[in-house]
């Protein structure tokens, strides 16, 4: 039997979502949110979830997830989750925003994506941001 999340209606399977009858669109707004909130979560569950599993069982822990995803995103995954702490995670930004501060130190974390999440910076303008502060940092050592 395949995993599925059922909200009223709506069931969630790995692939697709089922609906039931045709409910009003004042129902489709909780399990609208819940699929988005779904997508800009999971890769912080993910990474958590793999840097605990590799804590707790070791390099074992890495066949759990083979074929699944590859090796490499599931790398990415880990990295950034492991190197943003969740202290510095903001829920409004994009996993990639993360991705593109990960680098940084923590401080240097908090004080990007709050000017990131201020100014309404994409993931790109944010890692062209990181990019000319850490030019700016080796050019003043």
């Known amino acids: 039997m395949e995993p599925s999340v059922s909200l009223g209606n709506f069931r969630f ?6 609906i039931e009858g045709k409910p009003p669109i004042e129902d489709w707004a909780g399990p609208l949110q819940f699929a988005l909130w779904c997508q800009r979560a999971s890769p912080w569950w993910i990474g958590d979830m793999l840097n605990a599993g590799d804590a707790h ?6 066949q759990v997830c083979e074929g699944h995803v590859s090796a490499e995103m599931l790398q ?8 943003v702490p969740p202290e510095n995670r903001r829920a ?3 996993w ?4 593109a501060v990960a680098r940084l130190p923590h401080e240097e974390q908090r004080r990007m994506l709050a000017k990131a999440d201020a100014a309404g910076w994409n993931s790109t303008e944010l890692q ?3 990019r000319r502060l850490c030019e ?6």
């Open 92 to 94: 409004d930004l994009s």
């Open 136 to 141: 700016r940092l080796k050019s003043n050592r």
């Open 76 to 83: 990415r995954y880990e990295s950034v989750a492991r190197r």
């Open 57 to 62: 069982f070791g390099e074992m822990f890495s």
């Open 96 to 99: 990639s925003a993360h991705a």
């Open 128 to 130: 062209r941001e990181v």
């Open 13 to 18: 399977l790995p692939s697709a979502v089922q």
